[in-house]
C-alpha cells in the first residue's frame, strides 16, 4: 500500500482549499501558506488546493514540536517559580515580615553570646555556695546548682528591647573591626 493511500481515509477527498484547511487546522491563510512553504507539513498541489495528507502531516508536526518544547516548558515553569518566590520575599519584606539576614545573625549571635557569656561566669559565681552547700548535703548542691541556671536563663529572657539593641549594635561595630572568615564562628575566630 502507498503511503498517499495509508494516509487517505476513506472517503475524504484527495484535496482541500485553503478556506477548508484553515478551519481544519485552526489556521490562518497566511500561517497556511508559511506551513507549506519549503517543505512543511502542508502539501499544496496547486493553487488554492492543499493535499488531504496536510492534516496527518501537521498533526504529526505538532506532536514532533511539543516533545521538543517540554524541556522548554519546564525551564520556563522554574523561572516563573524563581520569580514568584523572589516577589514573595520582596513582598514579605516590604510588609516587615522579614528581616535581613544580617540583623538576624546579629541578634541570634549576640543571644548565643550572652547565653555563652553567663554560663561561662557560672563556675566562678556558684564555686562559694556549691562548696558550702557540699558540706550538707548532694540535694543541697542541686538545689544551688539549679536556682543559678534558672537565674541565668531568666535574665537571658528578659532582656529587653533596648538592651537587646545595645548589644547587638556593640555586636555589629565589634565585627567591623574584625573581618570575618565564611564558615568561622565569630566568637572563636583568631
Not at 156 to 164: D, M, T
Request: glycine share 6%; charged share 30%.
Amino acid at each position: 500500500m502507498s503511503k498517499s493511500k495509508k494516509s487517505r481515509a476513506p472517503g475524504l477527498p484527495p484535496h482541500l482549499t485553503s478556506a477548508q484547511l484553515c478551519f481544519l487546522l485552526d489556521l490562518t491563510r497566511g500561517r497556511l501558506a508559511q506551513l507549506a512553504h519549503d517543505g512543511g507539513p502542508i502539501v499544496k498541489l496547486g493553487p488554492d488546493r492543499y493535499s488531504t495528507e496536510s492534516i496527518p502531516n501537521f498533526v504529526r508536526r505538532m506532536r514532533e514540536r511539543g516533545d521538543r518544547s517540554n524541556d522548554w516548558n519546564r525551564a520556563r515553569t522554574e523561572l516563573m517559580r524563581e520569580r514568584a518566590a523572589v516577589a514573595r520575599q520582596t513582598r514579605l519584606e516590604r510588609e516587615g515580615q522579614l528581616l535581613p539576614r544580617d540583623a538576624v545573625e546579629l541578634i541570634v549571635g549576640y543571644n548565643n553570646k550572652t547565653v555563652r557569656d553567663r554560663f561561662l561566669a557560672f563556675p566562678t559565681r556558684i564555686a562559694a555556695r556549691a562548696h558550702a552547700a557540699a558540706r550538707s548535703s548532694v540535694p543541697a548542691v542541686q538545689q544551688v546548682l539549679e536556682e543559678e541556671v534558672r537565674e541565668i536563663l531568666l535574665q537571658v529572657s528578659e532582656i529587653r528591647g533596648a538592651e537587646l539593641m545595645a548589644g547587638i549594635e556593640r555586636e555589629a561595630a565589634r565585627r567591623a573591626r574584625r573581618p570575618v572568615i565564611k564558615g568561622q564562628d565569630d566568637d572563636h575566630a583568631a
